[in-house]
T-cell receptor, first 112, second 117 residues
């Protein structure tokens, strides 16, 4: 079956530094949809951005990600971290169905 | 527009009790999902309904967890009997369930925090 791997459980960095959260996936299907969800403390997850186009950068709220089918990756990036970016980030995959397969999540902690 | 609603927001149960969690999806959404969220396991899918039909019933959760969708606007998750290891946040999500700009986008409710003593 499908799987999503987020290698970092916790990423800690200083405000102003760049953010990169890793996401790789495995699927037998050739046209996956990839998503990033963000969950702030005491809130529920909400969609941050999504993509299904190979090698096309997708941006939202200062974050960006590019789906690379050649490496099965969909890393989340931001040029400069803000304190308000501290949250739990989930990468997820969908394959021509409507169910999402989630990774285990990466907690991002931004220090002043 | 109302989002996904879940009740209760908090539930405390004694081991062995039966508890029922409730969810109302976004109006017009065809897909409904129940998840369990813990720090260690992250988001685990418990059940998935499409137009009120059960599409997936998470294998490891079958024995004590039962989700039902009584109509298109109401779902319940019953845990019977509860065990301390069931302590977690239970999230309900809904999705339009059709092709288009919002394909597969899930909208989550606020969750129910369950504590089993």
């Amino acid at each position: 079956g499908d799987s999503v791997t987020q290698t970092e459980g916790l990423v800690t960095l200083t405000e102003g530094l760049p953010v990169m959260l890793n996401c790789t996936y495995q699927t037998i299907y050739s046209n996956p949809f990839l998503f990033w969800y963000v969950q702030h403390l005491n809130e529920s997850p909400r969609l941050l951005l999504k993509s299904f186009t190979d090698n096309k950068r997708t941006e939202h709220q200062g974050f960006h990600a590019t789906l690379h089918k050649s490496s099965s990756s969909f890393h989340l990036q931001k040029s400069s971290a803000q304190l308000s970016d501290s949250a739990l980030y989930y990468c997820a995959l969908s394959n021509m169905g409507y169910k999402l397969t989630f990774g285990t999540g990466t907690s991002l902690l931004v220090d002043p | 527009d109302a989002g996904v609603t879940q009740t209760p927001r908090h539930e405390v149960a004694e081991k062995g009790q039966t508890i029922i969690l409730k969810c109302e999806p976004v109006s017009g959404h065809n897909d409904l999902f129940w998840y369990r969220q813990t720090k260690i396991q992250g988001l685990e899918l418990l059940s998935y309904f499409r137009s009120k039909s059960l599409m997936e019933d998470g294998g490891a959760f079958k024995d004590r967890f039962k989700a039902e969708m009584l109509n298109s606007s109401f779902s319940t998750l019953k845990i019977q009997p509860t065990e301390p290891k069931d302590s977690a946040v239970y999230l309900c999500a809904s999705s339009l369930g059709s092709w288009g700009d919002n394909y597969a986008e899930q909208f989550f409710g606020p969750g129910t925090r369950l504590t089993v003593l």
